[in-house]
C-alpha cells in the first residue's frame, strides 16, 4: 500500500542534503523550537531547506510517522533522521553536528 505523504517526506529528503521540517519556515518560524534549529543552520552556515507542517495536515502527522519521532522540528542530513530541537542543540555545542556535516559531505562554515 502506498503512503503519498511518505512518498513526499521521502523525495525530499533524497533531494535536499538538509531538510527541516519545522512549524513555519526560516523566514518567519512558528515555535521556539523550530526558530532554534534555524538559527544554528543559519550560525553555522548550512545551505537547507524547509517544509512548513503547520500549511498541511497530513504532512504534520505524516513526518512524525515517517521518522517515529513524536515532536517538530526534525532534522534530516543526507536522507538521514538526525533529530530535533534539543538533539540539534546538543550537537552543535558539542561540536558534533559540524563533524557529522563534515563526514556527510555538507558545506559549512566550522562551528567556533
Not at 519556515?25 to 531547506?49: D, E, Y
Not at 550537537?91 to 562551528?111: N, W
Request: charged content about 20%; glycine content about 8%.
Amino acid at each position: 500500500m502506498s503512503n503519498p505523504t511518505f512518498e513526499r517526506i521521502q523525495s525530499e529528503i533524497s533531494e535536499a542534503p538538509v531538510m527541516l521540517y519545522m512549524k513555519g519556515n526560516a523566514m518567519f518560524p512558528q515555535c521556539g523550537f523550530s526558530a532554534r534549529v534555524v538559527q544554528i543552520l543559519t550560525h553555522m552556515g548550512v545551505p537547507f531547506k524547509t517544509a512548513n507542517v503547520l500549511e498541511d495536515a497530513e504532512l504534520r502527522d505524516g513526518i512524525k510517522a515517517f521518522s517515529n519521532w513524536p515532536t517538530i522540528p526534525q532534522l534530516y542530513v543526507k536522507g538521514e533522521f538526525v533529530g530535533g530541537c534539543d538533539i540539534i542543540t546538543e550537537m552543535f555545542q558539542s561540536g558534533e553536528l559540524s563533524t557529522m556535516l563534515t563526514d556527510k559531505g555538507v558545506a559549512h562554515e566550522a562551528s567556533a
